[in-house]
């Protein structure tokens, strides 16, 4: 067994956690962070995109409603290229209570969450698509915001500064020494590798999995694993982040957000974080939502469904999972449960994840005697000093710049040969689905159709030609006698059509029937080796063996 030693080992790699290990590191503290999957793998890489401008929450959750109002300018400082100024409108639409919005008005002045009323005719002409029957509107600084590009930009910032950040090392078990835990036992799931770290502290920020982390170190953490479901469709019908004008609820928000728009949410209890999918209902239920927003919605192409589990704080009995909080909560459990050495952090939304991150590392900076402040709000993130926002045209006008149209891997989201390669290689990518999480491929319309097969035949190509000794963080050490290309293509296109099947009607099963002619009948996939027989390679089996990283899209 490896030993390793840290002053604050972080556990989770969702935006809270990258937060918590970067402020570290800037605090001069030896800071590491494990995660059993990929960065985003979790909860951050499953929501609708969307940076709050606090006011869904100004009448439901006012503290949550203040925190996303404060985040909202800080985030929009300091990592602006991720994140996209739509703004915002809360709508009432004839299916909403129309004293609804002076209520709405006060909360916000209330909170200090920034509005102004638009004339309807104004909003109608901003967004063409919307219900024409909306009797009023409100605009907020809502935007849109890209979890994917933001988590490795700050994992990328945490490691200048000296931390360590782990993908894929899964957390089994916990070691305590009287009542204080010193340290966690992890799996290197790459290698099999079993490692000890020793921590002078340890952060808990896993998210929905909070609980189980926490009970391995034998303290009880009441995480409520709420599923919101959403679709992606194939059409970027509205520019503006999209709100009725009415108390939260189910399905009432669209988010547009790169070449797509995404419509949700739901809320329903799951019993486990790790076992859910998404039912038919569900998606019939959004679309018909959607309708009362943008007439003719159910009409555009439903590209994908998924879902994300949020990491609700249940400190109280309530009548549902709407009526439960959205701010954080730090646990000490040193004063709560008398065990030391360790903290929890739960709850939130990713828009408060820096002031999550801030006030989680105070304490622990505290007990450490570290004195020096959070400047994780004044620092810029690296790549984000132009201080400019994303823009819709911006993969394209790259493209056109650098004259690298046939260089293309992906058509659908304008992604090159040498992103999927630096995805690879420098990104430590270990199956295609985190070349996706790191560039977007496969996530257009096509959802891998005509990608796909090229960035795992690239995969392969990378393998024969490494070098011994590169230095690379992927397992490029020796060439498999089956390519693991095809393992890991088996895999990717298996997860997307799991995403694809609670919305197989209409032009998607056209879609879908075109990717499989290419894979099937063209290109004879079924008839390949899906699992390698020579020497089974680590990289195929993260995605198809080990239960520490199964998710939505792999259960049943």
């Known amino acids: 067994m490896q030993h390793i030693t840290t002053d604050v080992l972080v556990i989770g790699g969702g935006a809270t956690g990258l937060g918590a290990v970067r402020d570290l590191a800037m605090r001069g503290i030896r800071a590491m962070l494990v995660e059993k999957g990929d960065l985003t793998h979790g909860t951050t890489g499953r929501y609708h995109g969307l940076l709050h401008s606090g006011g869904r929450y100004v009448i439901s959750d006012p503290q949550s409603a203040r925190e996303c109002a404060h985040e909202n300018v800080v985030l929009r400082r300091i990592m602006p290229s991720y994140i996209e100024d739509t703004g915002g409108l809360f709508v009432t639409t004839p299916w909403d209570d129309a004293d609804y919005g002076e209520q709405f008005v006060a909360a916000c002045q209330e909170t200090g969450v920034a509005v102004e009323e638009l004339a309807v005719d104004a909003a109608l002409r901003r967004e063409p698509a919307l219900n024409p029957k909306i009797s009023r509107a409100f605009e907020v600084a809502d935007a849109a915001a890209d979890s994917f590009f933001a988590a490795y930009g700050i994992a990328h910032a945490a490691r200048q500064y000296g931390a360590t950040v782990l993908n894929y090392h899964y957390v089994v078990d916990m070691v305590r020494k009287g009542e204080r835990v010193v340290a966690a036992i992890v799996e290197d799931l790459r290698s099999g590798e079993i490692k000890r770290i020793e921590a002078g502290y340890i952060l808990n920020a896993a998210g929905a999995w909070a609980g ?29 982040v999209i709100n009725r004008c009415k108390y939260p609820h189910d399905g009432d928000i669209v988010v547009p957000i790169h070449t797509v728009a995404v419509i949700g949410t739901t809320d329903v209890h799951v019993a486990d974080p790790d076992v859910f999918g998404v039912t038919a209902d569900e998606v019939t239920f959004l679309l018909e939502e959607g309708e009362k927003l943008i007439p003719g919605f159910r009409r555009y192409r439903a590209l994908r469904a998924w879902a994300g589990v949020r990491p609700l704080y249940k400190d109280r009995e309530v009548s549902s999972d709407r ?17 030391g050495g360790m903290l929890s952090i739960v709850g ?40 400019k926002h994303f823009w819709l ?42 070349i996706r999480r790191s560039t977007r491929l496969g996530m257009g319309p096509c959802q891998g159709g005509f990608c796909a097969y090229r960035a795992a035949a690239l995969w392969d190509e990378i393998r024969h030609t490494q070098p011994a000794g590169s230095g690379a963080r992927t397992i490029l050490d020796q060439a498999p006698a089956v390519p693991v290309g095809v393992a890991l293509l088996h895999h990717f296109l298996q997860a997307r059509w799991k995403g694809l099947r609670p919305i197989m009607w209409g032009e998607q099963v056209r879609q879908a029937s075109l990717d499989h002619l290419i894979y099937h009948d063209l290109l004879g996939i079924d008839l390949l080796p899906a699992e390698l027989t020579h020497r089974p390679d680590r990289a195929s089996r993260l995605v198809t063996e080990h239960p520490a990283i199964a998710t939505e899209e792999h259960a049943v």
């Open 393 to 434: 045209g911006h993969n394209l006008s790259c493209v056109e710049t650098e004259g690298s149209y046939g260089e293309l891997i992906c058509e659908c989201e304008l992604i090159t040969r040498e992103q999927v390669i630096d995805a690879i290689v420098a990104g430590g990518a270990a199956n295609i689905d985190d």
């Open 323 to 339: 009526a439960i909080s959205r701010a954080f909560k730090l646990l000490r459990h040193d004063e709560r449960d008398g065990v």
């Open 212 to 240: 189980k982390i926490a009970a391995l170190a034998g303290v009880s953490v009441t995480v409520r694993p709420g599923k919101g479901t959403m679709i992606a469709m194939n059409h970027r019908m509205v520019n503006t």
């Open 348 to 387: 939130g939304k990713w828009t408060t994840y820096r002031l999550m991150a801030e006030q989680a590392v105070d304490v622990i900076a505290q007990e450490l005697g570290v004195t020096r402040p959070c400047r994780t709000h004044e620092e810029v993130i690296p790549g984000n000093e132009e201080g």
